[in-house]
Structure formats: structure tokens, C-alpha cells
């Protein structure tokens, strides 16, 4: 989203919460979706991680001033809302028994058989990749180059300074090369 843009989007739920917060979900929802699907083993999670991302920002906003939601940079605070459910996703699942699930996606996409293994594998191999980096690289490069906040959204959504994401970024992005390499 662009300044501007946010700034409309802010003014019309300052203005009517009930009637424009739908165009945020839609405006915002796949971006949150496969941003958090690469932070999370399964897509049932990211489904309802990305779901329960927007109740929260719905309660939230409810409780909210004017002012306050016109001052709000809303795609970041929406992802600090999901970085923090995906944390307590992560922490939740290390304290259960690892168990094996089938990915619906790869099932029920109505594609060939040649097709949904093609997309698995590589889908498999990308979540790989990623969970080899140190969670904060991790977490800004899928912010960044997955789901395309800029730094200063990332760096709001993360609470680290901009700096800091921009290393992460760069260094996550080595690592990767190197692994690719």
C-alpha cells in the first residue's frame, strides 16, 4: 500500500469501521497469507493465523479513537498483529508431538497429479530453505521478498530499527544464495 493509500484506507475506518474494514481484508488478506504460509508448516495455520490476524485488528480498531486509527500504519501493525500469533504458533507446536500432516493444497487443487508434486516439492524445498535462517532473517525476507512490505513497515511490524531489518534482509538473502550455490 502506498502512503496515500493508507491514508485513505485509515480515514474511511476512522470514518465507518464496519463498512470499509472489509476493503482491508480484501486489500491486505493474500499478502498476509503467503507471508505467514512461509512462517508456518501447514496452510490450515496460515489460514487461520491470517484469519485470527484480522479479528484481533477488528476488536482492536473497535476500542480505537479517530485520531488513533489515523495515525495507524496499518500494514504493519496488521503484521505485528501476525508475527506475534505466528510466534505463539511456533511456541504452541514445540511443546506437542511432532506429527505428520498431509498438505491439502497439494490434494485438493484440482491440477494433474504432475503438476500438484512439481508445486510440493518446490513449495517443500523453498520451506526448507527458509527455516535454515535465524528467525529474524527469516522473518524479514518473507516480509520483504515474499509478501513485499517496505523496511519501514517491516521494521514497525518486527519493532527492530530499519537498520537492523535491512541487515536481516541482506543477510538472509546471502545465506540463501550460499545454500543455492
Same mark, same amino acid.
Request: one cysteine or more; glycine letters at 8%; hydrophobic letters at 40%.
Given at each position: +500500500?502506498?502512503?496515500? #493509500?493508507v =491514508?485513505?484506507?485509515?480515514?474511511?475506518?476512522? @470514518?465507518?469501521?464496519?463498512? !470499509?474494514?472489509p476493503?482491508?481484508? /480484501?486489500?491486505?488478506?493474500?499478502?498476509?497469507?503467503?507471508?505467514?504460509? *512461509? +512462517?508456518v508448516?501447514?496452510?490450515? &495455520?496460515?489460514?487461520?493465523?491470517?484469519q485470527?490476524?484480522f479479528?484481533? !485488528?477488528? /476488536?482492536?480498531?473497535?476500542?480505537?479513537?479517530?485520531?488513533?486509527?489515523?495515525?495507524? @500504519?496499518l500494514?504493519?501493525?496488521?503484521? #505485528?498483529?501476525?508475527?506475534n500469533?505466528?510466534?505463539? !504458533? !511456533? /511456541? %504452541?507446536?514445540? *511443546? *506437542?508431538?511432532?506429527?505428520?500432516e498431509? &498438505?491439502? &493444497?497439494?490434494?485438493? %487443487?484440482?491440477r494433474?497429479? =504432475?503438476?500438484?508434486?512439481?508445486?510440493?516439492? =518446490?513449495?517443500r524445498?523453498?520451506?526448507e530453505?527458509?527455516?535454515?535462517?535465524?528467525?529474524?532473517? *527469516?522473518?524479514?525476507? $518473507?516480509?520483504?521478498?515474499?509478501?513485499?512490505?517496505?523496511?519501514? =513497515?517491516?521494521s $514497525?511490524?518486527?519493532?527492530?530499527?530499519?537498520? %537492523?531489518?535491512?541487515? &536481516?534482509?541482506? /543477510?538472509?538473502? %546471502?545465506?540463501?544464495?550460499?545454500?543455492?550455490?
Amino acid at each position: +500500500m502506498t502512503l496515500d #493509500t493508507v =491514508e485513505l484506507v485509515n480515514s474511511h475506518i476512522a @470514518n465507518d469501521l464496519d463498512g !470499509a474494514f472489509p476493503d482491508l481484508v /480484501r486489500d491486505m488478506q493474500h499478502g498476509i497469507y503467503s507471508g505467514v504460509r *512461509r +512462517m508456518v508448516p501447514s496452510s490450515a &495455520d496460515a489460514e487461520d493465523i491470517t484469519q485470527e490476524t484480522f479479528i484481533r !485488528a477488528y /476488536r482492536a480498531l473497535g476500542g480505537y479513537s479517530s485520531d488513533r486509527i489515523r495515525e495507524l @500504519n496499518l500494514p504493519g501493525w496488521l503484521w #505485528t498483529i501476525a508475527l506475534n500469533l505466528c510466534r505463539n !504458533a !511456533a /511456541r %504452541t507446536r514445540s *511443546r *506437542r508431538p511432532r506429527t505428520v500432516e498431509l &498438505d491439502r &493444497d497439494a490434494f485438493f %487443487t484440482g491440477r494433474g497429479p =504432475e503438476a500438484e508434486v512439481v508445486e510440493a516439492d =518446490e513449495n517443500r524445498r523453498w520451506s526448507e530453505l527458509l527455516e535454515g535462517l535465524p528467525s529474524a532473517q *527469516r522473518t524479514a525476507v $518473507v516480509l520483504r521478498h515474499v509478501v513485499g512490505l517496505t523496511y519501514q =513497515e517491516i521494521s $514497525v511490524a518486527t519493532g527492530r530499527p530499519q537498520g %537492523t531489518v535491512k541487515a &536481516d534482509v541482506h /543477510r538472509g538473502i %546471502t545465506k540463501l544464495q550460499e545454500v543455492l550455490s
